[in-house]
């Protein structure tokens, strides 16, 4: 008999609380639905500030403020660098809060937690690991000795074929493909090389991603393909295709899993493939998808927990997803590789459940997110669209939903027992928009930044712009913050410290300043000063010298998209800032939803104190009492 968990946590990056409630009314999610009327849901759960994924996946799993844990932003900026040079800070080497599960672990209480932001690396053989932001092959690797170290990576690769079969690269031609057959996008995907052998058989050349450190990590190789009739025919080698031994796949259709052995400079690893040929048009041309691949051992800790994931078989979908979830691109094969995910994650919650039983289990589903930022503003009608647009918007996110509905109701039928406690919580919300805030463009009008001209005087992306520092004064970094270009603090510092809170006032000034209309409201929310971050939690010397938010019918340009910069409380017409949060299980109340206002803190020390688990050292958050049931402490 399998072992159920004392807890499961089901995290949805980007979910929307108010999407769940009006498929619900009208009589879809009937999963989200069991799970309402089993527990509650929290209608008023808000974010940290800023609103983006690290920062909050951080606060859910410890239980503290920016302020404690430190993750201020997406990128972390180091002591000495330039202002717009920093490390990411997905991988939680610079976390400086306990996580709940940590703290668990000293009760002996072990954890299986997977794709969760700013979770590793593990501090204890008690806590089983998986990856990091979206997908292991996406993050540092997490080894046995607690290292971190950027994971190998075959990437997704994508071969055209036109309707004569030549084996010079044709022309990419409008694509016919469609979820619902009334879509017609171009696909703007790079194809990758090939080449026709003397046999008059294709060599697919495979690209990979690199380790920065070790540039040839992994050994080159190609496949072999021949076509015929109703498909395409896929081997290792010529000898291969020759002996037999290769892989039919029809047209429309995926591979089987495709296991293959590659060189690394840790020796041999382990690579799971799967090849999809999917038509291009209807004279015969056909592109060929190979999806991307990890050697996954090194993205796993402990070394046992390693050794057995390693070998389930099927591809973990390292974010390929994200170049087709889009509005040129094939939806529906984004939603196969979701599916693909899925099904990797099912069988490694079982496999833990039968040889090695945890009592908590965290995952998390990021492929919402992405649906946010590449149609809320469609769906909410607020971009700039026609009814098509609208309607694929509307497509996706019921695809997306009904997805993540089938995954909770399997959840309930294999692992939810009836003393699981059972949490689904997202890190924030999304709002549409169609005004893009680029504080950029400000600074520079007002002579605070200055970029050096491009020799050929040619146009280039502000993001892609060489600095001129010995002429700013300020620079805009990540989600809100304004650093100054400090003399004695940055290399090239020009503003005297005498002068330093002259320039914060003049930052808040300009900040102010600036309106999308002269009758329109203004863009943003706040700005602060650096000592005074402390009221939206961010009271740590990570953060800018000037802290500022934005409205929330508003986005920036740097950061933001349809979170991030905005205050947790905005609202568009459909669309919301505040968290999914959903609660059931034991001493959970059944059927209501909760209008206390909550906060990410909450979460860790509610679960903690529900469980009976050592609160996270540094939390900061409160109990949220209202989720119990009335008869609780009689019980417990």
């Excluded at 929290?42 to 951080?58: E, F, K, M, N, Q």
């Excluded at 590789?337 to 009592?359: G, T």
């Excluded at 146009?459 to 805009?476: L, S």
Aim: aromatic share 12%; glycine share 8%; proline share 4%.
């Amino acid at each position: 008999m399998l072992k159920k968990p004392e807890l499961f946590m089901l995290g949805v990056d980007g979910g929307v609380t108010s999407y769940v409630l009006e498929q619900i009314e009208k009589g879809k999610l009937p999963n989200f639905k069991k799970m309402i009327d089993n527990g509650c849901m929290l209608s008023d759960c808000r974010p940290v500030y800023p609103s983006i994924s690290a920062t909050c996946w951080a606060t859910i799993q410890t239980g503290a403020s920016p302020h404690m844990h430190q993750i201020t932003d997406e990128n972390i900026l180091l002591e000495g660098a330039y202002p717009n040079e920093f490390v990411t800070a997905y991988h939680g080497d610079y976390l400086m809060a306990e996580r709940f599960w940590e703290a668990a672990a000293k009760k002996g209480k072990k954890s299986l937690i997977a794709d969760f932001c700013v979770s590793g690396p593990a501090k204890s053989d008690l806590v089983h690991q998986i990856g990091g932001i979206g997908s292991v092959a996406d993050q540092k690797a997490i080894k046995t000795e607690q290292t971190m170290r950027m994971q190998k990576e075959i990437s997704e690769q994508l071969y055209l074929f036109d309707t004569d079969v030549l084996s010079v690269f044709p022309k990419i031609p409008e694509q016919t493909m469609a979820p619902s057959g009334k879509w017609q996008p171009q696909i703007k995907l790079t194809q990758s090389r090939y080449e026709k052998s003397e046999k008059g058989y294709f060599k697919l050349y495979v690209e990979k991603k690199n380790d920065l450190e070790n540039p040839n990590n992994i050994e080159p190789f190609y496949w072999i393909m021949s076509i015929y009739d109703e498909g395409i025919k896929i081997a290792f080698n010529e000898a291969d295709m020759e002996n037999g031994q290769y892989y039919e796949i029809p047209m429309g259709n995926w591979s089987e899993v495709i296991k293959r052995t590659l060189k690394d400079d840790l020796g041999e690893g382990s690579y799971r493939f799967r090849i999809k040929a999917m038509k291009a048009n209807d004279k015969g041309g056909f592109f060929v998808f190979i999806t991307s691949s990890v050697n996954l051992f090194n993205a796993l800790s402990p070394y046992e927990f390693a050794n057995r994931v390693n070998e389930i078989d099927e591809i973990c979908s390292s974010n390929s997803y994200g170049h087709f979830l889009t509005r040129d691109g094939y939806i529906d094969t984004a939603f196969e590789l979701i599916a693909f995910k899925n099904e990797w994650f099912k069988k490694i919650i079982l496999d833990s459940m039968e040889n090695d039983p945890v009592e908590i289990m965290a995952f998390v589903q990021g492929y919402t997110d992405t649906v946010n930022h590449v149609f809320r503003g469609l769906y909410e009608g607020v971009e700039k669209s026609n009814e098509q647009q609208v309607e694929i918007a509307r497509y996706v996110y019921e695809k997306a939903y009904d997805m993540l509905d089938d995954f909770i109701g399997w959840l309930y039928e294999n692992v939810i027992g009836e003393d699981t406690v059972f949490i689904i919580i997202g890190d924030h919300g999304a709002v549409g928009f169609n005004r893009t805030v680029l504080v950029h463009d400000f600074f520079e009008k007002e002579g605070f930044l200055k970029y050096i001209p491009h020799p050929k005087n040619e146009h280039v992306y502000w993001r892609d712009r060489k600095i001129d520092w010995k002429n700013t004064k300020a620079f805009p970094v990540g989600c809100g913050n304004i650093y100054i270009n400090l003399k004695g603090r940055e290399p090239e510092g020009i503003v005297d410290p005498e002068d330093y809170d002259k320039t914060v006032n003049e930052i808040i000034k300009i900040l102010h300043k600036y309106h999308w209309n002269e009758k329109d409201e203004c863009y943003l929310a706040f700005a602060v000063e650096k000592k005074q971050a402390g009221f939206v939690g961010l009271g740590t010397e990570r953060v800018g010298d000037v802290i500022y938010g934005l409205s929330g019918n508003s986005t920036g340009g740097y950061i933001g998209g349809v979170h991030a910069c905005q205050i947790p409380s905005a609202k568009t017409k459909t669309g919301d800032i505040r968290c999914l949060c959903m609660f059931s299980g034991k001493n959970i109340k059944k059927g209501e939803l909760v209008d206390r206002p909550a906060n990410l803190e909450d979460i860790a020390p509610t679960l903690c104190y529900l469980l009976k688990y050592p609160q996270p050292a540094s939390a900061t958050g409160g109990i949220l009492f209202q989720i119990f049931k009335d008869d609780m402490y009689q019980n417990s």
